[in-house]
Every structure is written in C-alpha cells, then in structure tokens.
C-alpha cells in the first residue's frame, strides 16, 4: 500500500501532462487548419478580384470591338481603319491579361474563341451580332465557372422585387 501512495501522484502528474499536451497538439491542429482554410478563402478572393478585373477589361474591350466592327459604314477611311487596329491590339492585350488570370483552360479557351470571332467581325466575315452571341456566352460561363469553382450558375428567368 505504500507503493500506491508514492506512485499514484507520479502516475497522475504523468497523465496530466500526456493530456496536456495531447490538447496542445489537438489545439495547434485546430489552429493550423483554420489558418490554411483562411488563407485558402484570401486567395480564392483575390483571384476572384483580378479575374473579375480582366473579365470587365476584356468585356469593355469586346464590346467596343463590335460596335465599331459593326456599325461602321460600307466605305472604310484609313482613320476608322486604324481605331479598329487599335481596338484590335487592346482586345488582345485583354485577351493574354485573362489567360494568365485564368485558373483553367475553359476560360483561357473561350475568350480566345471570342476574341477571335470579334476579329472575324472586323474583317467584315461576321456581319450580325447574333453570331457573336454564343462564343460570348460561352466566355461567361467560364468566366464564372473559373471564379466560383463547383458553384453552379442561376438559370432561367429573374423575378424583380416588388
């Protein structure tokens, strides 16, 4: 019985310590994930600020890319001739700025496939902007998918508050 009271407190200092730092260790993983998940959601977020960033560059772009290709009169001047070849140099400008911006290649994809049938307009290849529609569609799509990975897109018609 003697024995008992000698190595009783030494066994529960023991396993006081092995809990403490067993609760330590579970602490610091606790910690760490939270810390990786934030920095995960940080990001995510500032992707989603450059990609949205390129995407409105690239949106700008593209539509005053089509409103000059366009509307512009049967009898083309040299001037109206170099504001589309600026036009054109920037649409591409924009079109690299989303390829490095873009996590996958859908986007990277579809915005040259856009791009590239702007330029067909501008060639006068593509004369109605219906034909535009799809490959800008398509370029959004990606463009969301690529900001919101896994998230499905809200479809159908929209209900205006009242």
Sequence with gaps: MGSWGTLGPALLSLAGVALGAGGSI???HLVSR???RQL????SAAHRAELKSAVLKFLGIASQVEKAALTRPVRDGAADDAVLDRLVGDLWLAQ?????AARGEPLRGSA???AFCLVQAVRGEIA???????P???FMDAAYDDMWPGQR??????VAPR
């Design 128 to 134: 109605d902007s219906a034909a535009l529609r799809g």
């Design 153 to 158: 897109r809200a479809t159908g018609d929209s």
């Design 112 to 114: 040259y496939r856009y």
């Design 26 to 28: 579970f602490g610091q």
């Design 136 to 138: 800008q569609a398509q």
């Design 34 to 36: 939270a810390s990786t």
């Design 96 to 100: 690299a700025e989303i390829d490095l």
């Design 40 to 43: 995960e959601v940080q990001e």
